[in-house]
C-alpha cells in the first residue's frame, strides 16, 4: 500500500511533514522521542483503514526550529496535520513519549479523538514512577556503543535480538540535530498530564509490557486510575517496544480495541 507524503505548517509557522497510508477512518500512530514516522515502517500494515503519521518537529523532513518544543506543542502539531488533512477525528495510538502526546490531545481536543490507545507511556511529572538509576546510567554511558547496546536491550528480550539483526527504527532518527535530539529529551521529561488526565473522554485502552524498564509498568496502572472510561492489557516479557516485537498481539488488541468500540 502506498505511503502519501504531505506538509502542513504549525502555528509558529514550522512546516509539519506527515504521511497517510490507505482509506476510511484515521489512526493516528505517534512515535517516541527523537523519533519520526519511521518508528512505525514494519508495523503500520498491522491497522487495517487510514493510518496516519507525523514527523514531529526536528525529525524526518520536519523543520527544526531553535525552540517551541514541548508535548503540548507537539499535541497542537498533531492538530495542525489534522486541520490539514481535513480529518475532523481520529483515533490515536500513541507509544511511549507519543502516548504523552497523545494524552494532552485527548485531554485539551476531546472532540478530535474519537479512541484512544497508550502504550508504555506515563502521566510524567511528580506522579509517574521513573526508570531506575541502573537504567539511566546504562543509557548515559560514555561508550555511544555501550549506550546503543543498552537501549536495545531495553527495547527488546534477548530471544528477540539473537533472532532479529536490524536495521531497527526504534533508536532515535539518525538525521536530527543534536539542538533537536536535546529538545526532544526536554519536552519528553517536562511532560505532566495528571491535573488533565480526568478530562479524557474517548475510551481508552492502556497497554504496556510487563518487563519494561524504561517505563514502569506501575505507569500503566497510574494512567488507569487517573483515565475515565479505560482498561489495561499487560503483556507478558514484553519489553519498550513490545508493540514491535509481539506485533500480532498488539495489532489485534489494538484492531479490536477500535472495532468494539465503533459500535
Request: proline share 5%; glycine share 10%.
Amino acid at each position: 500500500m502506498s505511503l502519501a507524503s504531505s506538509y502542513a505548517k504549525a502555528s509558529d509557522g514550522t512546516r509539519l511533514a506527515y504521511q497517510i497510508q490507505g482509506t476510511g477512518p484515521g489512526l493516528v500512530l505517534l512515535a517516541g522521542q527523537a523519533n519520526s514516522h519511521h518508528w512505525w515502517d514494519h508495523i503500520r500494515d498491522d491497522f487495517p483503514g487510514r493510518t496516519i503519521t507525523v514527523d514531529y518537529r526536528g525529525t524526518g523532513h520536519s523543520g527544526a526550529p531553535t525552540g517551541g518544543y514541548g508535548t503540548a506543542t507537539f499535541a497542537d502539531d498533531v492538530i495542525a496535520v489534522l486541520d490539514h488533512a481535513g480529518i475532523d477525528q481520529a483515533d490515536m495510538f500513541g507509544t511511549s513519549m507519543g502516548g504523552r502526546v497523545a494524552q494532552l490531545l485527548a485531554a485539551q481536543h476531546p472532540h478530535r479523538v474519537r479512541r484512544l490507545v497508550l502504550g508504555c507511556t506515563s502521566p510524567g511529572g511528580r506522579h509517574s514512577v521513573e526508570r531506575a538509576t541502573p537504567v539511566r546510567r546504562a543509557l548515559a554511558h560514555t561508550d555511544r556503543s555501550v549506550a546503543r547496546r543498552a537501549l536495545l536491550e531495553f527495547m527488546y528480550t534477548p530471544a528477540w535480538l539473537d533472532a532479529h539483526q536490524g536495521p531497527y527504527q526504534v533508536l532515535g532518527d539518525p538525521t536530527m540535530t543534536a539542538h533537536a535530539r536535546q529538545n526532544h529529551l526536554r519536552a519528553s521529561n517536562g511532560h505532566d498530564a495528571w491535573d488533565v488526565l480526568p478530562k479524557i473522554k474517548a475510551p481508552t485502552l492502556i497497554v504496556h509490557g510487563s518487563d519494561d524498564r524504561l517505563n514502569p509498568v506501575a505507569n500503566a496502572w497510574l494512567l488507569a486510575r487517573r483515565i475515565p472510561h479505560s482498561q489495561v492489557r499487560i503483556l507478558p516479557r514484553g519489553r519498550h517496544a513490545y508493540f514491535h516485537e509481539f506485533r500480532d498481539t498488539t495489532g489485534g488488541l489494538v484492531t479490536n480495541f477500535l472495532a468494539a468500540a465503533a459500535h
